[in-house]
């Protein structure tokens, strides 16, 4: 069984976000880059089918040249191999755009399962991998906190507001991850895991070697785009509510329901 | 041409979800910036008979996709029928819930229609005939403003829940209902095998007015009983930080942050939160924060509207009876 894990690399979740001169990006000087955490749950479940079910699995991001190292980061956990594409035409890609580029990676690559988080936590978009799915005509479960694959199907469980949703899907097929770090509790890279991962393959691709050209992705394919960044209004300095217990119980409920009408 | 604004509803045991009413205000917003009409897509089971009752909303009319098949969402099914109505109608704004199935929806015939997407919105509004939207990056540390390109139609959007206004229904005011050829593929290749409620009827805490949330601070898991009481009262819903994730001491669902759920509520009553940046991030566009920790240093009082620095096991006991004391006056 083959499966491929998407992987996009983002800042660190502890990250202090600063907007940079152009108002339109964020700084990234200082910056620390992490695999993205419900990738790397994606990572995890793929490993767990190649501890299982004997699958190769394969690592695919769209990224600058620092990517490599998230890339690598993964093939220490275990994974087989990886390809990034790496090229200036795919900056200020859209969503759709960014799918393209890994659709179009995936097309000359033998799948049975992609994996991939279902939002990465820079942008939060919530679209990649879906479309993916969509542009390789591959049904989709979305958000799973529960996987397991046999007899050609995958079965996962997605959460949805009030209820939990079982559903299959026959492959190939691509799944997104939801869930947390104590459910999907991602294994560390080892040390030999490490000295491994060095002697992986890592393909680094540009766009026309995966069958695209720079105007079908990119800023000037995009159909939305960011013009402006800004940041959240700034909260006013609260209250420190004083007195004994009961004062602060009283005095909070009354704040609440006349000063708030919350209550 | 393309005209007008159409927003995809979603229905639920006999009902179209809070959402999909929220949905329907900003459509109608966006519809008269524009001069123009308000339509909606209403797939679901037996949801003709419901259909009118958009109107209320400002829904001119309702195209309905009625189908035993389409009781529960499922992309396959959902995706053909609607693009297929959208491309009849040929709308210039497409608006879905930022609903979990939302989400899901509006990305796959996002993909399909080759059409521009902004998840998750806050804001939307008309400028020169285009839409514009606002949305959170990095969970709220950020928010960046979105336009689409010319030409690129329809121009989709998802809003998330609890932020945009509801109008007040008028209940004088029907949608025209017309029913859609709804043409199902014969088999899937996926399929949802079983849906199982929540024994406990727990409120999603994306669509909670409320939020009684709980981290290290609390000690353990049995603790957290004192927050579903003040939940409870409250008519609201328990949530926690990671630490208490991680823990083991509450589910994944519950878990706000960069990582977890974003949320919006009303109020957030932060109990034993030292707010990580990456919590602060989760929660911090809560409308009212109330803060409950020991520390008079920690950084979740810099986001609170009210700050309480006490022993959360002292204090919450005595705040709930208050809260009690109040509702059964009035």
Not at chain 1, 207 to 236: C, F, H, N, S, Y
Not at chain 2, 79 to 96: F, H, M, N, Y
Not at chain 2, 289 to 317: C, H, M, S, W
Request: contains cysteine; proline residues 5%.
């Amino acid at each position: 069984m083959n499966v491929v894990v998407l992987l996009k690399q983002v800042p660190d979740t502890e990250t202090v976000i600063r907007i940079e001169a152009d108002g339109k990006s964020i700084v990234t000087k200082d910056i620390k880059w992490i695999i993205n955490p419900y990738d790397e749950y994606a990572v995890e479940a793929a490993l767990r089918l190649k501890d299982k079910k004997g699958a190769t699995v394969t690592i695919l991001s769209v990224g600058p040249q620092r990517a490599v190292e998230a890339i690598r980061t993964a093939l220490a956990m275990g994974a087989d191999r990886g390809m990034l594409v790496d090229d200036p035409a795919t900056e200020g890609s859209d969503a759709l755009g960014k799918a393209r580029i890994l659709a179009a990676a995936l097309s000359g690559m033998a799948f049975d399962l992609i994996l991939c988080g279902h939002r990465a936590v820079d942008d939060d978009e919530n679209q990649v991998g879906i479309m993916v799915a969509e542009l390789l005509g591959v049904p989709h479960l979305a958000l799973a906190v529960a996987l397991e694959v046999e007899d050609g199907k995958v079965k996962v469980d997605r959460p949805i507001e009030g209820a939990k949703v079982a559903l299959q899907a026959a492959l190939p097929a691509m799944v997104t991850f939801g869930g947390s770090h104590a459910v999907w509790n991602p294994r560390y890279a080892s040390l030999p895991g490490i000295m491994k991962a060095k002697k992986k393959p890592l393909d680094v691709k540009k766009l026309g070697d995966i069958g695209l050209a720079a105007g079908q992705v990119g800023a000037g394919a995009a159909k939305v785009k960011v013009t402006a960044m800004e940041m959240p209004p700034q909260r006013k300095a609260g209250r420190v509510l004083p007195g004994d217990t009961a004062a602060k119980a009283k005095e909070l409920v009354r704040l609440l329901h006349d000063e708030a009408k919350l209550i | 041409m393309a005209q007008g604004v159409c927003v995809i509803t979603e229905f639920r045991e006999g009902a179209f979800r809070r959402v999909s009413f929220e949905v329907a205000s900003e459509g109608r917003k966006l519809a008269d910036a524009l001069g123009e009409g308000l339509t909606a897509i209403a797939p679901g089971a037996g949801v003709e008979a419901a259909a009118p009752e958009l109107g209320n909303y400002g829904v001119d009319k309702v195209y309905v996709a009625d189908d035993p098949r389409l009781k529960d969402y499922l992309a396959e099914l959902y995706v053909p029928v609607i693009a297929d109505i959208l491309q009849k109608i040929s709308p210039k704004v497409v608006l879905v819930a930022a609903s979990v199935d939302g989400k899901d929806l509006s990305a796959r015939l996002a993909a399909r229609l080759g059409a521009g997407l902004a998840t998750d919105c806050t804001q939307l509004k008309v400028e020169a005939g285009a839409l514009k939207a606002k949305r959170p990056l990095y969970a709220g540390k950020a928010f960046a403003w979105y336009e689409w390109a010319p030409g690129a139609l329809p121009q989709m959007a998802s809003c998330r829940p609890n932020v945009m206004d509801c109008r007040i229904p008028d209940p004088s005011k029907k949608a025209v209902v017309e029913k859609a050829a709804v043409s199902l593929p014969g088999a899937t290749k996926s399929q949802v095998s079983a849906l199982q409620k929540d024994a406990k009827g727990k409120i999603d805490l994306t669509e909670a007015q409320i939020i009684v949330s709980g981290g290290r601070g609390m000690k353990g898991p049995e603790n957290y009983a004192m927050l579903e009481e003040l939940a409870n009262v409250l008519g609201g819903t328990v949530g926690a930080s990671r630490a208490a994730v991680d823990a083991g001491w509450r589910p994944h669902s519950d878990q706000v942050g960069q990582t977890g759920k974003v949320v919006t509520p009303n109020l957030y009553i932060a109990c034993g939160i030292s707010g990580a940046i990456q919590h602060l991030a989760g929660m911090g566009s809560s409308k009212f924060i109330v803060a409950v920790n020991r520390d008079p240093e920690a950084p979740i009082f810099t986001k609170a509207d009210y700050g309480v620095v006490e022993d959360l096991f002292q204090f919450l006991p005595v705040f709930t009876e208050e809260v009690k004391k109040l509702k059964s006056t009035c």
